[in-house]
């Protein structure tokens, strides 16, 4: 099945840093991907969609000069929390979808996620 | 706005009985749904896909779709304490690849 790889698992940053984050589809091209945000007993809240080769597409409230994403080939796309503060500190999960694959029970799959605490 | 509703529980039913997930949706032309299972501290997992009416079985779980009643849901039968998590119900639109998702009903199968 789609297998998507997300690293790091977690890190530890200092306030105001950048941190890294990095998605890649393993065994399927994704031009698409989609960076999410949970914070603890809460529901996955989408970020941004990113698209392959073009700009990607903020949700409303979400900060595009904050979360820098690039999406630069069908099987990579990395998030960039720019300046973190405290607040910045929550689950990012990135999610790929296999449009290839078998209709019976595709699915998005998700990244492991990265915990990201700032410090 | 789209919204996807689900129960936050905690729903906590006996080891070898049937848990039952509910989960309504507010858009219509949403055409495609997706059981999600999400350990704690962990990413979610797929579990389940339904499009069209009815009902779809996989093993022990069992999701069932009314899109007359905007209702979609989730059967886990002989449910095992490795069953408890929170399951987030999904849904996407036509034509749209984005997910919308409910804010997840956690479950606790008790030994």
């Keep these: 099945g789609a297998v998507v790889s997300q690293h790091p698992s977690w890190v530890i940053c200092k306030s105001g840093t950048s941190v890294k984050i990095e998605c890649r589809s393993l065994d399927f091209q994704a031009t698409t991907m989609f960076w999410y945000r949970q914070f603890p007993k809460q529901s996955l809240m989408l970020m941004a969609t990113s698209n392959e080769g073009s700009k990607a597409t903020y949700e409303q409230g ?30 990012y999960i990135c999610s790929a979808r296999d449009f290839g694959a078998v209709r019976a029970n595709y699915g998005y799959t998700f990244g492991s996620g990265t915990r990201l605490t700032v410090v | 706005q789209k919204e996807v509703e ?16 509910n989960c309504t949706y507010s858009d219509r032309g949403s055409q495609s749904f997706f059981w999600y299972r999400q350990y704690s501290g962990k990413s979610p997992e797929l579990i389940m896909s339904i499009y069209s009416n009815g009902d779809k079985e996989d093993g022990r779980f069992t999701a069932q779709l009314n899109k007359a009643s905007q209702y979609v849901s989730l059967l886990i039968r002989d449910s095992q304490p490795s069953d408890s998590a929170t399951y987030l119900c999904a849904g996407s639109g036509a034509g749209s690849y984005q997910l919308t998702f409910g804010k997840g009903t956690k479950l606790s199968v008790i030994p």
């Design chain 1, 62 to 91: 979400v900060e595009k000069d904050k979360f820098l994403i690039n999406h630069a080939s069908l099987t990579l796309s990395t998030l960039t929390v720019t300046s973190a503060h405290p607040e910045d500190s929550s689950f």
């Design chain 2, 6 to 21: 689900q129960n936050s529980g905690p729903l906590s039913v006996p080891e070898g009985a049937i848990a039952s997930l």
